[in-house]
Every structure is written in C-alpha cells, then in structure tokens.
C-alpha cells in the first residue's frame, strides 16, 4: 500500500473469511456496502438512495478496521483511511485540508471506501457556545466532515465508514440523517466466534495434532481478536524457544502463551 501523509490507499486484501464470527454484522455490511456499489443499477431502478456512513462501535482489537477493509475488498472499492487523532493532532487549518484532499481522492478513484479510526477524535461533541468564541480544531474537522458528508449527495459509489470506541463522545449532527444512518456494534467474540478466530490466525501454522482450539477457545473468555492473533504468535514463538528447529508448535505451546498472556477485554466492557 502507498502511505502519503497519513492517507492510506490500497486495493484491500482481507476478505470476509479472514474475520472470525460476527456472521450478522457481514450480512449488514455486504447490503450497506458492497450491494450500492456492485449493484448500482439495482439501486437505480428501484429508486433507493444508499447510505453514505457507516459507524461502527465497540471495544478495541475487536476488527473493526478489519471489516470495513473486507467491506471495501468485497466491493472491490478503493480503500481510503484516515486517523482522527491524526487529524486532530496536526497544525491549524491542515487536518480540514487533508480531509477534504482525501474525499477529492475517493471521488476520482470511486468506487471508493473511506475508513475514519478513532471518528470520535474527528466528531467530538460540541459543547454549546464556548465562552471565549474561538471555533477548536474539533469544531472545524467536523464542520469540514459534514460538509464533504452532505456533498457525497451528488458523487455515487462513495460509502464512509468511521470506527470508535467511544460512541457517546461523538457529535450528534454525525447521526443525522443523511450521514451516519447505519450505527453497528461491534461486540468481542463470545466462544464460537473465538474458535473461529483462532482457526483463522493458525491457518498459516504447522500445528501438533494434540492440538484442541475448541478447549483454547474456552479458555480465552474475554480476549478479544487481536489478542487471539497474538495468542497463536506467542505459541509458535514458545515452540520455537524450545527448539529453533521445531517441527510444528503443540498444546503445550499454546499452554504457555495463555499463562503469559492477559485478556484486554473487562467484564463490564463487555455486559
Ligand atoms: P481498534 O479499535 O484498536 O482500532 P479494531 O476494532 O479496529 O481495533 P482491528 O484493527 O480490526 O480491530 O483488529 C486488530 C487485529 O485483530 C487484526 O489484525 C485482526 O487480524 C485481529 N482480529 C480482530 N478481530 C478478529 C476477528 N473477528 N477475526 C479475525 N481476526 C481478528
């Protein structure tokens, strides 16, 4: 992928078998992204308008940015992402510019899918009237948002997904119709969808026949996927410990890993 100035570009190449569980929110993802742009004409006919943003909330690690990139494969779009606390750490003036040169970007390369991580750092919510008068940066990149949000009217094939972890710190204006219509949680894997993922990041991986991921995925209450994926590093990393030249990585290994290894996920994060 080409990296300029904090905007990524890449043909995305996670697909939705690469993600574990989460069978439904695919389902609503492939309608709300994938079927305006592959079948626009369908759309057409039938008089629908499609939604333009899509957020998607829930704990860290849990693939949100992994799905809306297998969104932007399956619809073969080009994939757009930009960082909110990266556009909100930059100087005066240059985050608004370098939001409206990556919608520029999108509508020339459409069908295009642009991701926003951490939107809330972008959309933080307006506390009514500040006393000094001055607009913040956060008031400006918003504004900027709804602006290049409200003119996507005329560009088609243009779908903005935006991710957080803090639903509640964004602006409302953001929910508006005609914005983000589409609100998706994102939940951490309960134990099926943990077997899931552990099948999935061990795919690549030589494993011992005494290997039982079902039993694994038990034991992994409250990991979330990125902590799975490092899970099965960390097991072929103590296989490899033992013996560099190790033919395949065993129970034992992954025994090893889980001891080592905290969830991140809390009990209350996820009830
Ligand atoms: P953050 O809020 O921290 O940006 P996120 O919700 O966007 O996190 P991702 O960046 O998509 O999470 O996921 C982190 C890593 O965990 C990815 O590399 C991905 O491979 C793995 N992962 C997370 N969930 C799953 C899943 N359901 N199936 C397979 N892999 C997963």
Redesign the pocket.
Known sequence: PSITRGVTKELSIVTWD?????KDLKRKLQQAVEWPIKHANSFARLGISPIRGVLLH?P???????LAKAAAHAAQASFFSLSGAELYSKYVGEGEALLRRTFQKARLAAPSVLFF?EADAIAPKRHGGNSSGNVTVGERLLSTLLTEMDGLELATGIIVLA?T?RPHAIDAALLRPGRFDLVLY?PP?DAE?RRE?LR??TRKMKLGTDVDLDLMAERTDLF???DL?GLCREAGMAALREDIAADAVYDRHFQIARASLRPSLTRSMVE
């Open positions: 690469d993600i574990g569980g989460l829930g860290p690690g849990c693939s949100k940015t992994t991580d991710a972890n994102v894997p969808g993922i999935i990041h979330t996927g990125a994926q």
